[in-house]
């Protein structure tokens, strides 16, 4: 029997790049071989030279196909086989291999935020919905917009075999978060691939689309990020809280690199406000949600467990944000 095969990568979107994807059908069972495309069409090879390349590196079940059907998360290498500079999987790939022995997790919360008609889901053609206060994890009619293709997104990840481990609705209306997590350094990125290209797939069906925008109102309203949970095995043993203590004069160290690799917008989103730090400071602190870095309460009170990086936005690169906090902390 032929299956599809849904082959998704990173394209070369500048300064946010997208998803892409196309259909393989297989008819005889094999496993998905390496696969061509217009690279030129991506902004990921000039014209004369257009050919780039698939690899494919994680298959996972298709949940909106069913049946045997495959979704393949692919790297992109250029003709003469080398990474494409947009494939910060393969960067990834070098220092997930090299920190291997402190086994790694993150866990990643992802809020977007849902658009129809050109404004958020929800919100009053003409005006402002009431200010936020009674939508975050809200219930009713008057307070959420979308659960329908939140729940149906849910379900998508939970077929898939995806690391989902939960959703809620966000602060301003029309925008939530799903988490991935935890999950290890290329397993995170490959998850976190497969679940948004889902949630853009679903929103075909509702003629939603979601967007990563870091700041898509201003004014009081808060912006999306993409908190970063991070732990090594060392911070998870018993007196864990001296190597989350020791990580955090590093990650100021090198704050300024973070920043400049956090989403493009950042500087709208961390302004010190709305739950926040301010892009050019760096502030750490127990259960501080106004802090760069978060230790949660639970963790202090264990001494031992994960620190939350509260700088990533929505529309980061997984692989490149893992891969610097990692080098960060570890090399
Ligand atoms: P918040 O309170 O900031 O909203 P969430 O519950 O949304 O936090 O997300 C926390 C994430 O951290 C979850 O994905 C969870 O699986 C993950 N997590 C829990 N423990 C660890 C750990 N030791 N290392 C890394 N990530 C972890
Ligand atoms: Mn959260
Ligand atoms: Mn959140
Ligand atoms: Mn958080």
Redesign the pocket.
């Known amino acids: 029997m032929a299956i599809r095969a849904e082959y998704i990568w990173v394209d070369g979107t500048d300064p946010t790049p997208k998803l892409r994807s196309k259909t393989k059908v297989i008819h005889d069972g094999s496993e998905p071989p390496e696969w061509g495309y217009d690279g030129s069409s991506t902004n990921q090879a000039p014209g004369a030279a257009s050919d780039c390349i698939l690899r494919p590196v994680f298959t996972c079940p298709d949940p909106i196909r069913g049946g045997d059907n495959i979704l393949v998360v692919c790297e992109v290498f250029n003709a003469d086989g080398t990474p494409n500079r947009t494939n910060e999987r393969a960067a990834m790939r070098a220092t997930a291999e090299r920190h291997a022995a402190h086994d790694c997790?993150?866990?990643?919360?992802q809020e977007y935020t849902m658009y129809q008609n050109g404004r958020p889901l929800g919100w009053p053609k003409n005006g402002y919905p009431a200010p936020q206060g009674p939508f975050y994890c809200g219930v009713g009619s008057d307070e959420v917009y979308g659960r329908n293709i939140v729940e149906e997104h849910m379900e998508a990840c939970i077929d898939a075999g995806l690391k989902i481990?939960?959703v809620?609705a966000e602060v301003m209306p029309g925008q939530w978060?799903f988490?991935?997590?935890?999950a290890g350094p290329l397993e995170q990125g490959d998850h976190m691939v497969v679940a948004r290209w889902l949630l853009y797939r679903i929103g075909e069906d509702y003629g939603v689309d979601m967007r990563l925008d870091p700041k898509p109102m201003r004014g009081d309203w808060n912006g999306a990020g993409c908190?970063y949970?991070?732990?090594s095995k060392a911070?998870?043993e018993d007196g864990g809280i001296k190597a989350i203590e020791a990580a955090m004069p590093k990650l100021e160290a090198r704050a300024a690199l973070h920043i400049s690799n956090y989403g493009d917008g950042i500087e709208a989103r961390l302004t010190g406000k709305h739950e926040t730090c301010a892009y050019n400071e760096f502030r750490y602190g127990v259960g501080d949600r106004g802090a760069s870095v978060?230790i949660?309460l639970g963790v202090a009170q264990d001494g031992k467990?994960?620190l939350?990086d509260r700088r990533p936005c929505a529309n980061i690169d997984p692989y490149l944000v893992g891969r610097l906090l990692m080098e960060t902390i570890l090399d």
């Open positions: 997790w993150f866990g990643v919360e481990s939960g809620n978060e988490q991935i997590g935890p908190h949970n991070f732990s911070m998870r978060r949660p467990g994960y939350e």
